[in-house]
């Protein structure tokens, strides 16, 4: 789906945010993983986990603008079809990774407010794991609902 805010200036700073956001949360999520299997080096694995978790904690907010901003370019646009399609995005038949992307990016990143889950290696995996596989699952439907004129069930006309 190609929405207005493909086409602003402001994409490229979401994209490039984004990116920021998911590889932070892959690194917390390898780095806590490598704390649990590490007797030895947690302390440092622990401190790594707890700067990267300051990173998710300022590009959270800026993925939650980029939701809303989204959604106000959809609505507000005088295109039907692409409200249309944001309305379908948001409440049709594949909305459970729409949701879920909003929760594991505005959410589940608000628990690295508290210290003990910064520090702790398993509450970090448990919280990285929350953000990272709401995003693999939404972006996965969304390759399979921008190629669905190249499926073969769509082949039977």
């Known amino acids: 789906m190609t929405t207005a805010l493909n086409n ?34 947690r302390r440092v694995l622990s401190a790594s986990v707890a700067v990267l978790s300051w990173i998710v904690l300022t590009t959270g907010p800026v993925c939650a603008l980029a939701y809303f901003a989204e959604c106000a370019f959809a609505l507000c646009n005088r295109n039907p079809y692409e409200r249309q399609a944001f309305i379908t995005q948001v409440f049709g038949p594949y909305c459970l990774p729409f949701w879920l992307g909003i929760i594991g990016s505005v959410i589940a990143p608000q628990l690295f407010w508290l210290r003990r889950s910064r520090t702790n ?11 990272v596989i709401p995003w693999a699952y939404e972006a996965s439907i969304r390759y399979v609902t921008e190629h669905a004129e190249f499926m073969p069930e769509s082949w039977k006309h």
């Open 8 to 41: 602003s200036p402001l994409y490229i700073f979401y994209f490039a945010v984004g990116w920021i956001f998911g590889y932070a949360n892959s690194t917390i999520l390898v780095v806590s993983l490598a704390a649990l299997l590490i007797r030895r080096r």
């Open 121 to 131: 290696p398993c509450i970090s995996l448990f919280v990285a794991l929350a953000i």
